[in-house]
C-alpha cells in the first residue's frame, strides 16, 4: 500500500511571525489558522481496493513537540465493505507517532 498527502496551510500575516517560531506555533489557537490534509491511497490489494475509491481530509494543529498533528475529518467511500474511519484513524495515528 502507498499513501501520500498534500494539503493546504493557510496562515493570517499577522500570526506568521508566532507561527514561525517553534516555541510559540502551538500557542496559536488552531481557529484562526487553516490547516487541512487530503491523503491519497494506492493499493493492488484486493482486500483494500476500496482505498483507491475514497476521498479523506483530516485537519491539523501544530504540538507542544513542534510536528503538526492530524486527525481525519471526513471518509468518503462508494461501498460499505470495510469502516473506512477505523482504517483512516488508524493511518493518522501512526503518522502522529
Known sequence: ???????RWVTPPELRGD???????????PAHYYFRTNPLFETGAEPYAWLNDI???????????GSPTRSPRSCERPTAAIPANAFVTSVFARLRA
Do not use: E
Open 19 to 29: 507561527m514561525a517560531d517553534p516555541v510559540r506555533r502551538h500557542q496559536v489557537d
Open 55 to 65: 476521498v479523506c481530509v483530516g485537519s491539523g494543529t501544530w504540538s507542544r513537540a
Open 1 to 7: 500500500m502507498h499513501m501520500t498527502y498534500g494539503g
